[in-house]
């Protein structure tokens, strides 16, 4: 019992003469003495030291926040305010200790405004509490305590997703965040705005003064037809010609016997794809847009069937298929009998000369230069004798 009383007699004056001694010493020797004996002492007039340990090192709890070997960072881009100051015991137990007082994120979130609380889609590290996955949270050489600016730090994650493409989106190019919200957002894809209006926030927005939009222009779905990022295709379009607009629509071509070239080409030769101010989207009218190809036989003629015209070609015409040549929408006389009276038809002397013939045998359907629009040549035949049977 004596020799028990004596040890503790001893290591108290031990104690006291050591902190005696230290007190006593220069600021430089009570650094020395205190780092022996505790990790993370601030060196003299200096910032807090960082230790020489790995996060390896703290074991599979991830409790806390080991930085890297390496000395303070002089003139950064960014210093995290507690750290300049030297107040280290905001994040950490003690002074002298490298275990944080918490968890991230929440340790965090005791200054930062808490950005997960009421967001629906969170970016992985920032839901995980990996905050140091991009920020150093003593130092760094970039703005708001980054590792590194711009792609290159969602790349240290993400794969290049411009890397193999011809075509690329320039945002993509230069900086992620011109869309994307780094930590959460209440819009897929971490968006910081709605698909439509970031598109927008860049390109015209063609909806405005349309009076027809196509759905998925209308609802905002750019990506149902755009990569956002890039592709191989002009425009980022995810497919190209018509193979796009058969992800929604029909084939309009399917067991059709005679098919109209450019439907056969693409669709985007008549429709507009976004918006338009006529009617099914298309680019121009209808007969504008027809004579883009056709030669305009209304210039020259003195006479006009109606629906020619008014610009009605699809009065008789179907623009992508059909089952009669000249893409007409009915064979024969069952087509000018959509307008026509029959029994008025049959009261005309010289149908009744002509029974079996088929209307566009003897009349243009379009103009002519006889206000009946018969061909050249029929003239002839209708003033003469009717054939023989």
Sequence with gaps: MKCRTHYRGIVTLAAICGTLAIVGCSTQTRYTWLNTFFDGVPPPGGAPARVARTEEEEGPGRRFIIPR???????????????????????????????????????????????????KVTHEPAGLGQCTACHNPHSAPNKILLKRTGRALCLDCHEDPVAKVKVKHPPVEGDCLQCHDPHATNVKGLLRKPQAETCFSCHNNFLKAAKYKHDPADNG??????????????????KDGRALCLQCHDDPLEKAKVKHQPVEDGCLDCHDPHASNIKNFLKKPVATLCFDCHDDFLKPAKFKHDPAANGDCLSCHDPHKSNADGLLIKS????????????????????QKFPKKDCLSCHDPHAGSDDRF????????????????
């Design 69 to 119: 070997p390496s000395a303070p960072v002089v003139n950064s881009g960014s210093v995290h305010p507690p750290y300049a100051d030297g107040e280290c015991a905001s994040c950490h137990e003690s002074q002298y200790s490298q275990s944080m007082k918490g968890l991230l994120p929440a340790l965090c979130f005791q200054c930062h405004d808490n950005f997960l609380a009421k967001a």
């Design 374 to 389: 018969l061909k050249p040549g029929v003239q002839k035949l209708v003033s003469g004798p009717p054939p023989s049977k």
């Design 221 to 238: 779905d750019c990506t149902s037809c755009h990569n956002p990022h890039g592709s191989d295709i002009k425009k980022m379009l995810v």
């Design 332 to 351: 024969g006389a069952a087509l000018c009998l959509q307008c026509h009276d029959e029994d008025d038809m049959k009261k005309v002397k010289t149908h």
